[in-house]
DNA sequence: GAGCTGACAATAG
DNA sequence: GCTATTGCCAGCT
C-alpha cells in the first residue's frame, strides 16, 4: 500500500468528535516527519475520498489551512457541527487537543 | 525529465 | 522557550 492510501485510510477511521495531528497520521504510517504530505494529500483527496479534512490539524491544534475552499471558518463550523469545541483567537481557530485529541484505535 | 512547492513536525542551536 | 534548518513524497509547472 502506498504512503498516500495509508494516509487516506488512517484519516477515514478518525471518529465523529474527535480531531488528529498531521505528525500524528504521519507516525501512524511510519514515517514521522511526512507530516507535510499529509497535509497535501488532504489538500488534493479531501473531495476525491471523500475525506474528514476538517478533522486533521497541526500539532498546536490550530487550524492552519491555507486553502481558501477549504477555510478555517468552514472547518471550525463543521468541527463544532461534529461537538469538538473551536476556539476563535486572533482570526485563528484552535482546538482543545488535551480533549478532542483522538488516540488511534 | 528535472526542479519546485506544499493543510507540518522534529531536531539542533 | 523560541528561532532556524532539515526531512518527507507526490503532484505540478
Partial sequence: ???NQKVIV???KIPK?????????ASLVSTPRAARMVGGILHRDSEKYDLPWQRVINSKGMISTTCQKHSSNL???L????????????????IDLKKYLWREA
Fill in 1 to 3: 500500500m502506498n504512503f
Fill in 75 to 77: 472547518q471550525a463550523k
Fill in 17 to 25: 468528535g474527535r480531531v488528529a495531528t498531521y505528525g500524528q497520521i
Fill in 79 to 94: 468541527l463544532q457541527n461534529e461537538g469538538v469545541k473551536v476556539i476563535k483567537k486572533d482570526n485563528n481557530y484552535f
Fill in 10 to 12: 488512517l484519516i477515514k
